[in-house]
């Protein structure tokens, strides 16, 4: 299945990052201070992406969802899940065009509030619309756990708490990461 023009946008991002960031591998291992920070920075502002992917895919099928809705009384796969997960429908009667702008409404909600691309944070964005828990891989997510708690003690510790970053090993897990993101590409792509 072809990747979406999102998942295309991401891999650009991440490659211009890893050019702009990233320094040429050393089998010494020994890199400046300049060298590790911009490797933090090659980690932050590749969290930074993976989080918008995430979100700003889901979010435009939600959108498509209520859409299709509208225009072709079509309720699709996203739109029953959203409508199903809807914890704001009181017993006051609607028509199905209100209910669905509730629910895609309350779904925007989830997405403004999210703050990272944990389990937790993945679940939560990719489970009210459609998305199944056989659509995630554990392994995956193990992998995507520990890398982004080791982004949040980049971003909020002390620099001198900071364990020194391999650039070709933190280049490496991000690309494992990409490869877990293109199989849910594919599985977005079927909502």
Do not use: C
Request: overall charge positive; charged content about 25%.
């Amino acid at each position: 299945m072809a990747k979406s023009l999102r998942f295309r946008t991401l891999e650009t991002r991440i490659k211009q990052l890893e050019k702009h960031l990233l320094p040429k591998f050393r089998p010494s291992g020994n890199y400046s201070k300049k060298e590790q920070d911009l490797t933090k920075s090659f980690r932050l502002l590749v969290h930074a992406e993976i989080e918008s992917y995430f979100e700003d895919r889901a979010l435009a099928i939600a959108i498509k969802a209520l859409d299709d809705w509208k225009n072709r009384n079509k309720a699709t796969r996203a739109l029953l899940s959203m409508g199903i997960l809807a914890s704001n429908m009181d017993s006051k009667p609607r028509n199905t065009l209100t209910r669905a702008h509730l629910v895609v409404n309350d779904y925007k909600e989830i997405i403004k509030g999210n703050h990272g691309i944990k389990t937790d944070n993945l679940k939560k964005i990719l489970l009210p619309i459609g998305f199944i828990d056989a659509d995630f891989d554990n392994t995956w997510l193990n992998t995507v756990d520990s890398w982004a708690g080791l982004r949040g003690e980049v971003a909020h510790a002390h620099f001198k708490t900071h364990q020194q970053i391999d650039p070709q090993s933190e280049l490496s897990t991000v690309n494992l990461i990409v490869g877990g993101i293109i199989l849910m590409d594919e599985a977005l792509s079927k909502i």
